[in-house]
């Protein structure tokens, strides 16, 4: 001010220039003009300032209110099952002029039905019913479309590949088939090389050498009656002493172990060791005798000694010798050092090794070669896999026997044939696989409106015809023969806005007749072939917005969604209460008495806090299970921390002012300074800082629904006895819509947006809300 | 500092010895669900015994064994009898007989859990997920795809992060940074598996861009790159939005402090004074806090890894831990790996702060 002022003027001020203002009157007892703005309506004012915060208030609230009021007051179902209205796409209102959001669903990959391809157009159609070859697993979700929906115009036929479900489904065709196998040599087969006769009158018997250094723990000595490879246990040597050892020389009476035997067969000799727990390498000696021959040592096949498993066609293939058949094996990928053993059954009913296969490429195994055999024979084909090494894969593209000079195969699996060849005999663990597999299929446009309330063909008994003529009487006028069809008529409304129940009469089917006993007069009896108005039998004149959609079971996205929130936000509001609850009485006590409680308080919540979601998500599966009670309890386990943090903060703020040290001079206890003083002072910092809690718990909530280990679909829960909680969430709906992405979209898309603004929105009330009580923290996240 | 840092690691192996005990104890002492073939079961249960965990005997009381025969014994909760049929060695008879194989006391299993890792590293046999295939064979196989996945992010998410926090800062309160702090905020409060469900509906399902689901082992090439671009993302853009928020803070703070006026006034010119002293000053927090991200990201990895079928550690836990077969060896040792990971995460970060910036000193006396 005093630079407004030159320093001459300055020196012409004297004394009487200044005077008191109001030097007689008193002031102290004088009103505000204005009136004294309260803590609360402070707060109000600064969260109003932010428009963004206001209007993301206004959403959250109206999501809630949404969330509570569209369950109740819905007309369409969300909850049962509703075979016609399955897999509606999002319909509304205005946006349906302009072709979004119309009811049609863009449709792709579905498989075609073969027998639907027009020769002119080259194009198939889908399947209109479960197809029989279906798996059982997959007859359930299959989804069938009504050809007369379909836009025709857009149906375009391709090739995709075959996933999920390839070993399985006849209708994928080409690519290869993986044979893998993995584990440890703890059971190690030996094999004769030899095929022996064991005559009852000659009392053969098997001997086994175990070395004295060995730790084999079990031994099983399997001969094969039929002459095939199945093989059967006759004497199993087993140490119930415990010891991690048997060795010795077993001598096994072939005829008096299996007495009810008593004819001779060809086999053989085949002998298990195993030893459960350790990897073994096992040296025996294997030996045959009988009368005639007391005791020969049998060579015994050393490469099946190791890993082996055999594979087996599930089909027969004819092999001739005048011909010189050979099998050919298109092999892609093999592990390196593993040997492919061919085996075909020879004139002994023995599967014979015919040809050994190391690396990839196509092989071709000349059988007569290796076999005896002068004639026609039928074999399934096998094939070995055998190793050093602990894992093994062959990635398979075709089988085929060929008679030489042949062009044509007449034997020839690949795909799904190949993908059928299963396990014949083997130990340890196995998969199959199918790779690269591709399935015809169809992508078009579908009305699921058109399909759900269109015109549909039925078949009515003459009692239920008449019944829906009488009920829907004021709204059908029979038109005699339209279409020129003159077995039906049709029906015609007065009102176009309320359709007859049906468009027209095909035909009436005579089904006999009979005489009435009380009148005596013949009755007949009709069946008529009908269309009926699904949409008007459903008792919707003009098809009704599913703004949402409908899921598979035919439940109302849009109400579904809102309910799912519902649960969430329950779930959310009950943990976040519980956590804030503990979390305010631990931080307390931890805050209020400090000093070694306080430490030994702060160590605890450290040891609680650092657990990873993982431990305590097993813990509570193992304990509890699945379920609403264990979802609630992962929630608040460690979910207190954040609030006895700040909670103790606060109390050591308020705990050393001198209202509590008044308070504790007149005598107040713990208890009384805890919840009458410094509590109070605290609660608003601590409420408005754990209120991001909500958020956080609906996140984790949703994240573990959909991972499955949450509530689930037909699940309800009553908790404290009063409120009562769905099983379906957000998480729930997400984990759902995940197996029908390609195709309905909209079922992750919807609850993913939901939960998406539900977030955001309470993120943003969160952080204004704690901006607005404490001015302080603004900014800070 | 030195004291400090030594009791710092004794409280890491205290917490950690104490949530894998609890964990064990606990996981333990639920219903066992062995290998549901009998091959595989009976193989299991040796192996159980050989590791300690089990007794096996076998029954003597006739009036069991007759039970047995029948089947009206009734099903014991945590142990098995299994019914096999040999030859004794000495006596030359086939006998039928039952052995039994009963859980040793919680205690002894403990102490013989903690032996086999400690003596042999073995951490036990899994019963469902790959039946009798050693614990830690299986994780040797899905840790480095889940590492390198969540390295890829880390590398991903890091640069872009910085950069755009940068920009923030630097543009603060301009279009820029509004745009950039509304993008932070929508991502920061999106659940990373909705917008990984989002990205995989979009690029993976509608556009047909990418890959709908993680390529089998044995896919190469061009195949192997683009699988992980989604999963990269979806774990990213949390992190990204985190990161940016961060760096936006720390150097909005930096920019307006007093160091950075008097280096302007010595006479360095703007882009000088950001980047000499700007950013080297908001660096120092970001790193601990990075660390820490670290963690959220692989344990966030877990549902993305469920979404996309990635074959990694959270994909075999969450088939380990399949309602009513569970595979609790299985699921101990992927709890011991992320317990261990976090643990040693957090050691790191509280270590951090008092070497990237000397001005803290830990565990000073207050």
């Not at chain 2, 064979?137 to 480095?144: F, G, H, K, M």
Request: net charge negative; glycine share 8%; aromatic share 12%.
């Amino acid at each position: 001010m005093a630079a407004n002022y030159n320093k001459d003027e300055l020196k012409n001020f004297t004394s009487e220039d200044f005077a008191l203002v109001d030097k007689d009157e008193k002031i102290f007892d004088k009103k505000f003009e204005t009136k004294p703005v309260g803590y609360f309506r402070d707060a109000m004012s600064r969260f109003a300032r932010n428009k963004t915060n206001v209007i993301a208030s206004i959403i959250l609230f109206t999501m809630i209110f949404l969330a509570v009021i569209v369950p109740i007051t819905t007309t369409k179902a969300y909850t049962g099952v509703h075979e016609d209205i399955r897999n509606l796409s999002p319909r509304w209102p205005i946006f349906e002029r302009w072709g979004i959001m119309d009811g049609r669903a863009r449709v792709s990959e579905v498989r075609v039905d073969r027998t639907t391809i027009d020769p002119e157009t080259g194009l198939g159609l889908p399947y209109q019913t479960v197809p029989d070859y279906l798996p059982a697993e997959l007859r359930t979700t299959f989804v069938t479309y009504r050809h007369l929906h379909i836009d025709m115009d857009t149906l375009t036929n391709e090739v995709v590949p075959c996933t999920g479900f390839g070993t399985r489904d006849s209708a994928c065709y080409g690519g290869e088939v993986i044979f893998g196998f993995q584990g440890e040599h703890r059971l190690i087969t030996v094999m004769s090389d030899d095929v022996f006769t064991f005559d009852p009158d000659e009392n053969p018997f098997i001997n086994v050498v175990i070395p004295a250094n060995s730790n084999v723990r079990n031994m099983s000595v399997l001969v094969s009656l039929d002459g095939g490879d199945n093989y059967t246990k006759i004497d199993t040597f087993f140490d119930a002493a415990g010891a991690d050892a048997l060795p010795g020389t077993y001598q096994v009476e072939v005829f008096d172990v299996m007495n009810d035997v008593t004819e001779a067969f060809d086999s053989r000799i085949k002998v298990e060791f195993s030893n459960r727990t350790a990897t073994i390498h096992e040296d025996v000696d294997l030996q045959f005798g009988d009368a005639n021959t007391p005791v020969s040592s049998v060579d015994f096949d050393t490469t099946s000694s190791n890993f082996n498993t055999t594979i087996a066609s599930q089909n027969v293939a004819e092999f001739d010798s005048s011909e010189n058949s050979y099998i050919e094996f298109v092999i892609d990928e093999i592990t390196e050092g593993a040997t492919v053993a061919v085996l075909v059954l020879n004139q002994y009913d023995v599967y014979q090794r015919v040809g050994e296969i190391t690396e990839a490429g196509t092989h071709q195994i000349f059988v007569f070669d290796s076999l005896t055999i002068t004639d026609e024979f039928n074999s399934i084909i096998r094939f070995a896999l055998l190793s050093e090494s602990d894992d093994l894969e062959i990635t398979l593209e075709s089988v085929s026997v060929y008679h030489d000079g042949e062009e044509e195969p007449h034997f020839h699996e690949y795909g799904w044939a190949l993908a059928r060849w299963t396990r014949a005999s083997g130990e340890g663990t196995g998969y199959k696989s199918r790779i690269n597999a591709e399935i015809l299929s169809a992508n078009f446009i579908y009305d699921t409106y058109g399909a759900a309330f269109g015109e549909r063909r039925r078949t009515y008994g003459g009692r239920e015809y008449d019944r829906l003529l009488e009920e829907y009487a004021d709204r059908c006028e029979i038109v005699e023969h339209p279409y020129g069809n003159p077995d039906g008529w049709g029906f015609d409304s007065p009102d176009p806005e309320r359709p007859c129940v049906f468009t027209r009469v095909e035909e009436r089917i005579d089904a006999g007749s009979q005489i009435d006993p009380r009148t005596g007069e013949r009755v007949f009896f009709y069946n008529y072939r009908v269309f009926i108005n699904f949409g008007v039998l459903m008792g919707y004149d003009t098809p009704p917005y599913y703004i949402f959609g409908t899921n598979n079971m035919g439940q109302d996205m849009f109400a579904l969604t809102w309910f799912g929130l519902r649960t969430s936000l329950m779930l959310g509001f009950i943990a976040s209460f519980i956590n804030i609850t503990v979390g305010i009485i631990y931080g307390s006590i931890s805050g209020y008495y400090g000093g070694k409680v306080d430490l030994v308080m702060e160590r605890f919540s450290e040891l609680i806090g650092r657990i990873p979601w993982l431990v305590t998500l097993s813990i509570f599966m193992a304990l509890i299970g699945p379920g609403a009670l264990s979802l609630i309890l992962i929630l608040i386990v460690s979910g207190w921390i954040g609030v006895a943090g700040v909670t103790r903060t606060q109390f050591y703020r308020y705990k050393g002012r001198e209202y509590v040290l008044a308070s504790r001079t007149l005598g107040a206890k713990d208890s009384r300074l805890i919840f009458r003083h410094i509590l109070p002072n605290g609660i608003g910092t601590i409420i408005t800082a754990s209120i991001l809690m909500i958020p956080a718990v609906i996140f984790t909530e949703a994240a573990l629904s959909y991972l499955g280990f949450g509530i689930g679909h037909g699940q309800s829960f009553k908790l404290f006895g009063i409120l009562e909680l769905s099983g379906v969430s957000i998480g729930v709906l997400l984990s759902d819509g995940q197996a029908a992405m390609l195709n309905r979209p909209y079922l992750t898309i919807f609850p993913a947006i939901v939960i998406s603004i539900l977030m955001i929105t309470f993120n943003l009330f969160g952080n204004a809300l704690r901006d607005a009580f404490n001015p302080s923290l603004r900014g800070s996240e | 500092m030195l004291r400090y840092t030594l009791i710092r690691i004794v409280w890491i192996f205290i917490m950690m010895a104490s949530i894998l005990s609890m964990n064990f104890i606990i996981l333990k002492s639920a219903p066992v669900y062995p290998p549901t073939e009998t091959d595989e079961r009976s193989q299991w249960y040796a192996r159980q015994v050989s590791d300690g965990f089990f007794t096996e005997r076998v029954e003597r009381d006739p009036a069991v064994i007759r039970q047995l025969d029948e089947g009206t014994y009734p099903r014991m909760r945590n142990g098995e009898y299994l019914r096999e049929t040999f030859r004794d060695p000495i006596t030359n008879e086939r006998r039928t007989q039952y052995r039994i194989f009963e859980p040793v006391p919680i205690g002894q299993q403990y102490f013989a859990w903690v032996t086999n890792i400690a003596t042999e590293w073995n951490w036990g046999t899994s019963s469902r997920v790959q039946p009798n295939r050693p614990v830690f064979d299986i994780l040797a196989e899905r840790i480095p795809v889940t590492v390198r996945l969540n390295i890829t992010a880390l590398f991903f998410y890091i640069p872009i992060g910085f950069a755009l926090g940068i920009w923030a800062a630097l543009r603060k309160d301009k279009l820029t940074d509004n745009v950039i702090s509304i993008g932070v905020m929508i991502f920061i409060s999106i659940p990373s598996f909705v917008v990984m469900l989002l990205l995989v509906l979009t690029f993976g399902y509608q556009l047909g861009w990418l890959p709908r689901r993680f390529p089998p082992a044995h896919a190469t090439g061009a195949v192997r790159f683009t699988s992980m671009v989604l999963p990269v993302l979806g774990l990213s853009f949390n992190s990204i939005a985190g990161l940016t928020r961060l760096t936006r803070a720390e150097l909005t703070e930096v920019l307006t402090s007093e160091f950075l006026l008097l280096a302007r006034t010595k006479g360095l010119n703007y882009r000088q004074s950001v980047i000499r002293h700007a950013m080297r000053n908001s660096m120092v927090p970001l790193i601990p806090s990075i660390i820490a991200s670290f963690v959220g990201l692989l344990s966030g990895s877990v549902i993305i890894e469920r979404i996309y079928s990635i074959p990694g550690t959270g994909r075999v836990f969450i088939d380990a831990m399949e309602r009513n077969n569970y595979d609790y060896d299985l699921i101990l040792g992927i709890t011991a790996f992320y317990t261990v990971i976090g643990l040693f995460a957090v050691l790191l970060v509280d270590l951090s702060y008092g070497v990237v910036d000397p001005r803290i000193r830990m565990g000073a006396r207050k």
